[in-house]
């Protein structure tokens, strides 16, 4: 088939390049920002776009990030494939401090001692998970429901993270607009030039290309 793989990569082969990509996380970097400026839209809806995929990155909606941002994006009409390569400022690296920041900021304005690390954040977040599915399950298998953990999941991990993920983003989210907006102007203009400056090569070479005519003597 086109476009599929001629040796698909094992399992542990693509989880391992997700945390660390092939050519590393400077090239991986290099790419997306590549990709968000040659993007065929106005540089303000791109920027808009970047900042909605930066903002949904500081929030603990895991697995649901990119159609978030696609949604936010299209809220405030920024670029929505902008939005989804916005996502990719929340990669492993920057991950620990977005929860850190979050869990943090969220724990001291609702007046409560935070003392997990994101470690056991991510461990209580896939409890959490197991012990959703178990309670939806509980309709067909007719096992006990149990909502109680999911309760203290929700006040003492969830709430602190959303809130200070939320308040942190924002902030964030904006700068990233400001800062990307030059930069995809600036890229725009230099292309154009570029691509003018070729339309002029072509047609200059079309024109020496012509034979030349006139009367015969």
Same mark, same amino acid.
């Given at each position: 088939?086109?476009?599929?793989?001629?040796?698909?990569? &094992?399992?542990?082969? %693509?989880?391992?390049?997700?945390?660390?990509?092939?050519?590393?996380?400077?090239?991986?970097?290099?790419?997306?920002?590549?990709? /968000?400026?040659?993007?065929?839209?106005?540089?303000?809806?791109? %920027?808009?776009?970047?900042?909605?995929?930066?903002?949904?990155?500081? #929030? &603990?909606?895991?697995?649901?990030?990119?159609?978030?941002?696609?949604?936010?994006?299209?809220?405030?009409?920024?670029?929505?494939? %902008?939005?989804?390569?916005?996502?990719?400022?929340?990669?492993?690296?920057?991950?620990?401090?977005?929860?850190?920041?979050? /869990?943090?900021?969220?724990?001291? #304005?609702?007046?409560?001692?935070?003392? /997990?690390?994101?470690?056991?954040?991510? %461990?209580?977040?896939?409890?959490?998970?197991?012990?959703?599915?178990?309670?939806?399950?509980?309709?067909?298998?007719?096992?006990?429901?149990?909502?109680?953990?999911?309760?203290?999941?929700?006040?003492?991990?969830?709430?602190?993270?959303?809130?200070?993920?939320?308040?942190?983003?924002?902030?964030?989210?904006?700068?990233?607009?400001?800062?990307?907006?030059?930069?995809?102007?600036?890229? +725009?203009?230099?292309?154009?030039? $570029?691509?003018?400056?070729?339309?002029?090569?072509?047609?200059?070479? +079309?024109? +020496?290309? $012509?034979?030349?005519?006139?009367?015969?003597?």
């Amino acid at each position: 088939m086109i476009f599929k793989r001629r040796n698909p990569r &094992p399992v542990l082969t %693509a989880i391992g390049e997700f945390f660390w990509p092939r050519g590393g996380w400077r090239r991986a970097a290099t790419y997306v920002l590549h990709r /968000m400026r040659r993007l065929p839209d106005t540089p303000e809806r791109i %920027a808009l776009g970047i900042s909605a995929g930066l903002f949904v990155s500081f #929030l &603990p909606i895991f697995g649901l990030h990119f159609l978030s941002a696609a949604l936010v994006a299209w809220a405030i009409r920024g670029n929505v494939l %902008a939005a989804l390569l916005g996502t990719f400022y929340g990669n492993p690296i920057t991950f620990p401090l977005m929860a850190a920041g979050g /869990m943090e900021l969220g724990g001291w #304005l609702l007046g409560r001692d935070v003392q /997990m690390s994101v470690g056991g954040v991510m %461990a209580a977040v896939g409890r959490a998970g197991g012990e959703l599915t178990h309670n939806l399950l509980t309709v067909v298998t007719g096992d006990a429901a149990h909502w109680g953990r999911l309760a203290g999941f929700y006040s003492n991990v969830y709430l602190p993270y959303f809130i200070g993920g939320l308040l942190l983003g924002l902030p964030f989210a904006v700068a990233a607009y400001f800062v990307h907006l030059p930069l995809v102007q600036a890229y +725009q203009r230099s292309r154009q030039k $570029r691509l003018e400056a070729r339309f002029k090569a072509a047609r200059e070479r +079309q024109r +020496q290309s $012509r034979p030349e005519t006139g009367e015969m003597p």
